[in-house]
């Protein structure tokens, strides 16, 4: 028995109000990234001169959960038809999954179609992961459902630009003013879609058109990436920071 459940997004902490009759209360992640931590794209084989766009996912969070081949279907839509665009587009998994060698042989089959697309499939430290994501412009996720949705989160405190389906978890920090929400529409969880499936549940699928036309409009404006996630970064620190979290955890207790 707990006198109290914490929850980490808003959206965590409603899912906790409809079956509890314990006191919940939102107390927000704390996101912090090591200083020093520089842009090195030689390594991850990322071309200078380029809007680089960066999607990161663990293959054992459930990859219809995070839903990888929205964001090679958005990148395709918004740059296959201009291939000298000076774009990238990144996607980094890890993990096992049931299904990981046939998602990743589709992915591998949808980046075959753009040499600009670069699939990177191994464990990165944390410091690394962090490199690759300092490497990039602008993080998406174009997510069905996210508890809090960190890489976002840590994304935005280097200063990065994030694009994101406008629901569940992330919505607490990436809103018009801070990132590019992207409009979704609600859709039956499938049975094999994600283990504590329950029938009736629904989550989010993303607006591929728009995101796809998010990611051409910042290709086109470097200014508004910088802009947005210079804004993003002030929000993270400000509400996000172990600072902020701490002195909010002080306070509830």
């Known amino acids: 028995v707990v006198d109290e459940i914490w ?10 109000i409809a079956g509890s009759d314990t006191p919940v ?21 990322i071309p200078d001169n380029v809007t680089a766009f960066l ?24 740059f296959a038809a201009d291939r000298t665009a000076p774009v990238a587009l990144i996607i980094k998994t890890r993990g096992r999954s ?9 992915i591998r089959a949808m980046a075959a179609t753009d040499p600009r697309i670069i699939v990177i499939d191994r464990l990165l430290d944390r410091l690394q992961m962090h490199r690759l994501t300092a490497s990039v412009d602008v993080f998406v996720s174009l997510h069905r459902s996210e508890g809090f949705g960190l890489g976002l989160a840590e994304a ?10 406008d629901f569940s978890g992330n919505r607490d920090f990436l809103t018009p ?17 994600y283990p504590f499936f329950i029938p009736g549940q629904v989550w ?6 728009a995101a796809a036309a ?35 955890i002080k306070a509830r207790l």
């Not at 929850?7 to 906790?16: G, K, N």
């Not at 990981?100 to 589709?106: N, P, Q, R, S």
């Not at 935005?156 to 389906?165: L, P, R």
């Not at 003013?177 to 879609?193: K, M």
């Open 7 to 16: 929850a980490p997004t808003t959206f965590v902490r409603d899912a906790f």
């Open 25 to 45: 209360t939102h107390i927000p992640v704390a996101v912090s990234i090591p200083p020093g931590i520089a842009s090195d794209r030689a390594a991850f084989g």
């Open 55 to 78: 999607f990161a996912f663990d293959f054992s969070s459930f990859p219809a959960r995070k839903n990888p081949e929205a964001v090679l279907a958005a990148y395709l839509r918004a």
């Open 98 to 106: 049931p299904k990981k060698d046939e998602i990743l042989a589709d």
């Open 156 to 165: 935005m405190a280097m200063g990065k630009a994030a694009i994101a389906t």
């Open 177 to 193: 003013a801070t990132g590019f929400p992207v409009p979704w529409q609600p859709v039956p969880v499938g049975p094999d879609d």
């Open 204 to 209: 989010a699928e993303p607006d591929i058109d």
């Open 214 to 248: 998010i990611m051409r409009q910042l290709a086109a404006d470097p200014a508004r990436i910088a802009t947005v996630g210079a804004a993003a970064r002030r929000y993270i620190e400000a509400v996000h920071s172990p600072a902020a979290v701490g002195h909010l």
